[in-house]
């Protein structure tokens, strides 16, 4: 590519010369809204300065004469406009959180100016950037409203962490069924000499190499060098894989009886494992509750007392369960424009959405229970809260008390039961409105 030389030489305000490669050119007006005149025609330039949006348009042929445009002003930037965007820029354009679009000066402060917004508003590059900026908001409320809604389910659906329970059979079964892995040697896998082959390799040989002065006996002489070589070469590469193939097929044996002694005592461990778990004794349940508990996690931190009879097969569990205002007390709905809003709960929802999250709490720790052993036949989950009597004191009062049986737990998919129902096919104790206000009960026999 050639270089290019250009020079303006400023001669009267607004009117500019322009030297170039290709002549002599004259630009008349302000940056933004110019028309030059020049040997290839008559351009009108139009544009907003520092956006880098720029129109060049021919309305004129030689450089001889000048057109004026009576439709100028349609067809760019008018002057007017441009003096007026020349006070304010750079012009920013932004969107508030109700979708509304708003333009904002160089010190960032909002633009009443009606004459400019109504020009503004009426070119490309405005229209272009509304058009993303509702775009970019539009994606971002989605995203608030999802993320609102799964937090909101991680609490009031937090019996969908709760495990598959199995029945005794089902342990049975498996400890019938139950294989020990056993190592699958390899064979080996290098291919025996061939003769053909080796033939072939000694004849592309002694074409290289056997030769002599006298051509009439060269054939000859290949042909016995083939013939004296072929058996003890072949000799040789078989010994060396015979070699071969055995200190592989050693290894192999060695790395099967390595390999199967410790699937044995694998599958020794887990039947051994899965026979305590059916026999469920004392220390089993206690060390295996233990561990689970600890290391269980919830969206919600909950403490938990335990005890277990292991000649029943019963596990107590008390629950103190978290407060109320755990419950999100604003809502975040969507809008007709495509936005987000939050909005006040009523006090009926906030309560229908705990009552959900308590019982829920319960039935997921209460199959985590069930998922240590077969042998614990059911679990005795009772749920305190702190709250206030009606002198302001906080006292411990029991919410809720359920006697859960294995059998109905056992091949359901917990997950998809719905808390309140799920809990009432179960023996209960509750006293709860109809708006879901909790009343104090006494529990079943347990810890407390």
């Known amino acids: 590519m050639g270089m290019r030389f250009r020079r303006s030489v400023k001669i009267l305000p607004g009117v500019r010369i322009n030297f170039s490669g290709s002549g002599i050119s004259t630009t008349i007006g302000p940056k933004g809204a110019s028309i030059n005149i020049g040997k290839k025609g008559t351009y009108l330039n139009t544009g907003i300065p520092g956006t880098g949006l720029y129109m060049r348009e021919k309305i004129g042929g030689g450089q001889t004469s000048m057109r004026q445009s009576s439709s100028y002003g349609s067809k760019g930037y008018d002057p007017e406009f441009l003096r007026r965007y020349d006070l304010y820029k750079p012009v920013t354009i932004k969107i508030d959180n109700s979708g509304k679009i708003q333009i904002f000066d160089r010190n960032d402060e909002l633009i009443t100016d009606e004459v400019f917004l109504k020009k503004m508003k009426a070119t490309p590059d405005f229209k272009a950037q509304k058009d993303q900026l509702i775009t970019q908001w539009r994606e971002r409320s989605e995203q608030e409203f999802q993320e609102a809604q799964d937090a909101l389910s991680e609490l009031v659906n937090i019996h969908r962490y709760s495990y598959p329970v199995k029945s005794m059979l089902e342990y049975e079964q498996m400890l019938a069924t139950m294989k020990k892995k056993e190592y699958q040697t390899r064979s080996f896998d290098q291919a025996e000499p061939s003769k053909n082959e080796i033939m072939a390799d000694l004849t592309a040989y002694a074409a290289l190499h056997v030769t002599t002065k006298a051509f009439w006996r060269v054939k000859k002489l ?90 029943a097969g019963e596990v107590y569990i008390d629950i103190m369960l978290p407060a109320e205002n755990i419950i999100p007390q604003q809502e975040v709905i969507r809008l007709s424009n495509g936005g987000v809003k939050e909005k006040a709960k009523s006090r009926t929802t906030i309560q229908s959405e705990y009552a959900s999250m308590i019982f829920g709490m319960g039935i997921c720790l209460t199959s985590g229970v069930f998922n240590i052993s077969p042998a614990i036949k059911r679990v005795i989950a009772s749920g305190f809260a702190n709250r206030r009597d009606k002198n302001g004191n906080l006292i411990e009062e029991c919410l809720y008390s359920v006697i859960f049986e294995r059998d109905g737990f056992e091949g359901i998919e917990i997950d998809q039961q719905p808390p309140v129902e799920f809990i009432n096919k179960f023996e209960n104790r509750y006293n709860a409105t109809q708006t879901w206000i909790f009343k104090a009960i006494t529990p079943y026999a347990g810890l407390r």
Do not use: I
């Open 222 to 311: 290949r042909e016995e060098y083939v013939r004296d070589n072929l058996e003890p070469e072949y000799q040789k590469q078989h010994t060396e894989w015979e070699k071969k193939k055995q200190e592989f097929e050693k290894h192999q044996k060695e790395e099967a009886e390595r390999q199967n002694a410790a699937y044995a005592e694998e599958y020794e461990l887990r039947c051994a494992e899965l026979k305590e778990a059916m026999a469920g004794s004392d220390e089993y349940v206690k060390s295996h509750l233990e561990e689970w508990l600890s290391s269980s996690t919830l969206p919600v931190e909950v403490n938990v007392d335990y005890e277990y009879d292991a000649e």
